[in-house]
C-alpha cells in the first residue's frame, strides 16, 4: 500500500509562486499514475494535473495548462506541483492521489492548504 504526504502549501501573495510536494512511502510508485486534485471552500473536488506510469500528463481546465506544471522524480518516490502567477481563486485545499491498476483514483494524501492572498 502507498501512503501519500503533500507538503508546501502555505499562504502567498497573488502573483506568487509555489512548489508542492507529494512524497509516497510504502512501495515505489513508479508504476502509479500520480495527480494533484484541489478543493475550494464550498466548490466540489476540481482535478488539477495528473502524470502517468508512462510519462504522459494531463490538466484540467484549460486555465490551468499555463501556469501548473506536474513532474514527477520517481527515484524520490514524489511528485510536483509547481503553481506560478496564483491568483486569490487558487485558493483551496491541494490533494495528491496515485492510482495503481485501478481504474478510480484511489489513494490519497491528507491535502496541503492554498491559501493566495489579493
Do not use: H
Not at 500528463?57 to 514527477?72: E, L, N, P, Q, W
Not at 487558487?90 to 496515485?98: G, R
Request: with cysteine.
Amino acid at each position: 500500500q502507498v501512503q501519500l504526504v503533500e507538503s508546501g502549501g502555505g499562504l502567498v501573495q497573488a502573483g506568487g509562486s509555489l512548489r508542492l510536494s507529494c512524497v509516497a512511502s510504502g512501495r515505489t510508485f513508479n508504476s502509479y499514475d500520480v495527480g494533484w486534485f484541489r478543493r475550494a471552500p464550498g466548490k466540489e473536488r476540481e482535478f488539477v494535473a495528473a502524470s502517468t506510469w508512462s510519462g504522459g500528463v494531463t490538466y484540467g481546465a484549460d486555465a490551468m495548462k499555463g501556469r501548473f506544471t506536474i513532474s514527477r522524480d520517481n527515484a524520490k518516490n514524489t511528485v510536483y506541483l509547481q503553481i506560478s502567477s496564483l491568483k486569490p481563486e487558487d485558493t483551496a485545499v491541494y490533494y495528491c492521489a496515485a492510482k495503481g491498476s485501478a481504474a478510480a483514483w484511489d489513494l490519497w494524501g491528507q491535502g496541503t492548504q492554498v491559501t493566495v492572498s489579493s
